[in-house]
């Protein structure tokens, strides 16, 4: 399944390209103003909608996963395929809910995504930025990937304003995956990862 | 009555593990399987519950019937919600990571009536034990706790016919004979058993008809009161057969197998 979405996903950024050409479009949503100011920080409308929005779609999926019937499915799903199946759970059924799920949150990102400025058929490669923020976190951890969010994040900003100057153009991007380095030789389950339950 | 007709199975198209297997468990009776390991209880198994696509098996021959009904070719889900037939796999299928009230919510979630939380207080009347670890992870219960589970979510699925692997599995003499006593209750209250064992001791006195497997053939079928007196039932299975010692050398199974054949 990932390589059949990595695959579509080569697909639609090519008819994207076909179909809009390769250039980029503006982008706005017109939002009330949000900005706000604290002493020498700004922070602009358009992020503090973004940050606000993925808490509400992060509290959505919470609510999702650990409230509704769905929601223990697919947690029974994602540790045993066949022990949900015994039970009657349609784990296929489940994946393909947990797909669609996926590209919900994916859709919410790329909107708020782009509308930090450009609109381009090259947007989409931003997702590449998750595989940092999860595998900090911990693949299994919910909370965990919030927190790697943020860390992600503030390493970027920090490098991008304090080490690039120094002459290292592009390090910005780097930075997140050195990271995830550190961590995963310390902890190779993520910061968060879930501990596993082991009978002894 | 299940009736199973001259099956044969096959793992990944070609590792042959049920030859023609025929059998019938009638409707409010515990049919008891035993066998040694590998001779193809637990693949049976998954054949009637429709689980062997998850394993990679096929049925190559033969059918599977509820009554008049084919469950050839059907999912384990709708077998479940069609014949009310739910098999308990071996090895305690509890989800470790959910609560104990999650694990029967999701045991539930092929049901859309208003009666599954009605249905969950009856487990927990049913298990009293559970009743006390409603939140806690089943992953941290004990092995009889996590078999009493799994009971209980098999319960929640509303079913009428019962395919229990190795209930004993792992636990304690005393657990064990509670979960046969439990087995026996259900039966009463007209659940259709079909059980596979290696205790087969145990599972031949709760059980009203018994089979024998072995390299996916039934070679002895019968009451089980008379599998529990028979020769040589007695000496592979309860080891308690003639008087005297005998070395491994001199048993020659080989020899007595072919007999049966």
């Known amino acids: 399944m990932t390589i059949i979405t990595l695959g579509l996903a080569s697909v639609l950024r090519s008819s ?46 919470l609510f999702f996963l650990f409230r509704t019937r769905w929601g223990v499915a697919i947690r029974a799903t994602s540790e045993s395929q066949s022990k949900a199946m015994a039970f009657g759970i349609d784990a296929r059924f489940i994946l393909l809910m947990v797909w669609g799920l996926s590209a919900m949150c994916i859709a919410v990102a790329g909107v708020m995504i782009s509308n930090f400025g450009a609109l381009s058929y090259l ?21 965990g990937s919030l927190i790697g969010g943020l860390i992600v994040g503030l390493c970027e900003a920090l490098v991008g304003s304090y080490i690039e100057p120094l002459g290292l153009v592009g390090f910005k991007d780097v930075a997140p995956y050195l990271l995830l380095l550190i961590v995963l030789f310390i902890r190779p389950y993520g910061l968060f990862g879930t501990v596993r339950i082991e009978r002894v | 009555m299940l009736s199973i007709e001259n099956l044969r199975v096959v793992y990944h198209d070609v590792i042959s593990i049920l030859n023609g297997i025929s059998l019938k468990a009638a409707s409010g009776e515990i049919s008891v399987i035993i066998g040694a390991n590998g001779a193809g209880k637990t693949t ?68 859309w009536d208003r009666t599954v939380k ?20 089943a992953g941290y219960t004990s092995g009889g706790e996590q078999q009493m589970l799994a009971i209980g979510m098999f319960l929640m699925t509303q079913p009428k016919i019962l395919l229990f692997d190795e209930p004993s599995l792992g ?23 079909v059980l596979v064992e290696q ?14 497997l072995e390299n996916g053939r039934v070679v002895l079928e019968g009451p089980a009161a008379a599998l529990l007196e028979n020769e040589d039932v007695r000496e592979f299975y309860l080891g308690a057969g003639t008087k005297e010692r005998k070395s491994y050398q001199d048993a020659k199974r080989y020899k007595r197998r072919k007999r049966w054949l």
């Open chain 1, 16 to 61: 994207v390209q076909l179909i809009f050409g390769a250039h980029s479009y503006s982008f706005f949503i017109e939002l009330p103003n949000a900005s706000l100011e604290y002493g020498d920080i700004l922070f602009p409308s358009e992020r503090v909608w973004a940050g606000g929005l993925s808490i509400i779609a992060f509290a959505l999926v």
């Open chain 1, 123 to 143: 947007t989409g490669s931003a997702g590449l930025r998750a595989i940092p923020v999860v595998l900090i976190g911990g693949m299994d951890s919910i909370g």
């Open chain 2, 44 to 111: 049976l198994l998954r054949a009637i519950s429709g689980m062997l696509k998850m394993f990679d098996g096929d049925i190559i021959e033969g059918d599977i019937k509820v009554g008049d009904f084919s469950l050839k070719g059907l999912d384990s889900t709708d077998i479940i919600k069609k014949f009310g037939l739910t098999y308990v796999m071996e090895d305690r299928p509890v989800f470790w990571y959910l609560t104990i009230e999650e694990n029967l919510a999701a045991a539930a979630y092929s049901r």
């Open chain 2, 118 to 137: 009605a249905d969950m207080e009856k487990v927990f009347d049913y298990f009293p034990v559970l009743n006390k670890l409603r939140q806690q992870k």
């Open chain 2, 171 to 193: 636990l304690a003499p005393l657990i064990t004979e509670e979960l046969f006593r439990i087995i026996e209750r259900l039966n009463r209250e007209g659940m259709t058993v």
């Open chain 2, 199 to 212: 205790n087969a001791h145990a599972a031949l006195q709760i059980g009203h008809r018994g089979c024998v």
